[in-house]
């Protein structure tokens, strides 16, 4: 076999643009074919009380696997099975509430319409995605979702490039429109991906990140400044709470209030704290997002927040650097 000449730069970027317009253009097209069977799929597999099980071979396998991750992680239950696995043992995962989604763009992939038969027996239901609707898979499905595409992305129209985006945008949609169906909401998404960084944002309160109340530095609104300084320089906080005799913030004083006043010739031994704290310091709860702490954090150019509970006490602080440190900024 003779090796093949290289192109030129210039036409290798014309190639890629067009294939990039042929994969778009199989998507767009899909568009125009999603009507009553999509919605027969979704409601096919809400109806049943069992899991989604994706299969496939070869590039329609790869494609089925990352719908199997795509439904699994926004609320519907998944797992991929590879189509000749099947034949050998793993039709045992399968069970009659199940519904299994068959991916083949041809439709005629022989290791699927081995199992095809087996799968009814079982007393599951099919949804198949192929991309000739007159397929024997096609025919044998409850439900057939049209993945057709004009052509591949392939100079040779051979390799799957166009089919298997189409496939992949398809599968999308279907998880998309389920995870609407059920409700499924950011907090749900983000118990399915507690070690990414949209499950820290959305499952961390600020509970998890402030520091205790015996660890703030606090002092009564009659303190001199000279008591608020030594508090401010052990607290390590950047600041000093100022409660009254119930434990009610009434202020704070923060290194950025001291360096106002150092402006302004305050006399540090002799000044008293109230006429240079900043009064009616923002608060928020313990069971408020810890995000939420870090969004107002950033709108109000601020490094420190005081926590109170539902009757206004102070019950902890924290800092930019406390938010940091979870990784939730």
């Avoid at 950011?186 to 990414?196: K, L, N, Q, Y």
């Amino acid at each position: 076999m003779n090796p093949a000449q290289p192109r030129a730069p210039s036409q290798a970027a014309e190639l890629a643009r067009r294939v990039l317009r042929i994969e778009a253009d199989a998507v767009a097209a899909l568009a125009e074919r999603v009507g009553a069977e999509f919605e027969r799929a979704v409601e096919l597999i809400l109806a049943r009380s069992g899991r989604v099980i994706v299969t496939g071979i070869g590039k329609s396998g790869h494609v089925a696997r990352k719908l199997a991750a795509t439904l699994a992680s926004t609320g519907t239950p998944a797992y991929f099975v590879h189509a000749a696995e099947a034949a050998h043992g793993d039709l045992g995962m399968i069970t009659p509430e199940d519904v299994v989604i068959a991916l083949s763009n041809s439709g005629s992939s022989e290791e699927l319409l081995t199992i095809v038969p087996l799968v009814k027996r079982q007393g599951a239901r099919l949804i198949s995605m192929t991309g000739n609707p007159a397929s024997p898979l096609a025919r044998e499905a409850d439900v057939h979702l049209d993945a057709a595409v004009a052509e591949e992305a392939c100079p040779l129209n051979l390799a799957p490039t166009a089919s298997t985006t189409a496939a992949l945008a398809l599968g999308d949609a279907l998880a998309v429109a389920l995870l609407d169906a059920r409700g499924f909401g950011a907090e749900d998404f983000a118990r399915s991906h507690p070690g990414g960084a949209l499950g820290r944002r959305l499952l961390t309160h600020v509970r998890d990140v402030m520091r205790p109340p015996e660890k703030v530095p606090t002092v009564s609104g009659a303190a001199s400044l000279s008591e608020a300084l030594l508090q401010v320089t052990k607290g390590g906080m950047g600041m000093t709470a100022v409660v009254d005799d119930q434990g009610r913030p009434v202020g704070i004083f923060t290194d950025g209030d001291l360096r106002r006043a150092l402006e302004k010739g305050c006399d540090v031994r002799n000044a008293r704290l109230d006429g240079w704290m900043s009064r009616s310091p923002r608060t928020i709860q313990p069971d408020a997002l810890a995000v939420a702490a870090a969004e107002m954090m950033e709108r109000l150019r601020i490094s420190q927040l005081l926590v109170v509970d539902a009757d206004g006490r102070l019950t902890g602080a924290l800092t930019t650097h406390d938010l940091m440190l979870a990784k939730v900024i």
